[in-house]
């Protein structure tokens, strides 16, 4: 099993940049996918999640109402929309999944992890 995240960038605050995970060996109808973010000199934190049934979402509240996640099957993609950027949005972003039917916020619920991509986002 292998999960891609791509789309970071370095965006200007206010900016847009929408993050993108794929996997081999693995479909996301049937697995939970979470993000996740760890900026210089912190732990990582939850930014989003997506239960694989029913497709239900949820946010950290750091990010609710800029940050949308949604699932395109027939592309055995995850995308983490990420509106009205930030500069404390900084941080090199992973994607994850599980087989659970969950939204977990704990990065410990989670299998399969990608490798991240930087987003950087200038004041």
């Known amino acids: 099993v292998q999960l891609q995240a791509s789309g970071g960038g370095l965006v200007q605050a206010g900016g847009s940049l929408r993050l993108s995970c794929t996997a081999s060996g693995l479909s996301f109808n049937n697995h939970s996918v979470g993000w996740f973010r760890q900026a210089p000199g912190k732990e990582r934190e939850f930014v989003a999640s997506?239960?694989?049934?029913?497709?239900?979402?949820y946010y950290a509240d750091s990010v609710k109402g800029r940050f949308t996640m949604s699932r395109d099957d027939a592309k055995s993609t995850v995308y983490l929309q990420m509106n009205s950027l930030k500069p404390e949005d900084t941080a090199v972003y992973y994607c994850?999944?599980?087989?659970?039917?969950?939204?977990?916020?704990?990065?410990?619920?989670?299998?399969?992890w990608g490798q991240g991509t930087l987003v950087t986002v200038s004041s």
């Open positions: 997506i239960r694989w049934h029913r497709g239900v979402t």
């Open positions: 994850a999944a599980t087989r659970l039917s969950t939204g977990s916020r704990s990065g410990n619920s989670y299998n399969y």
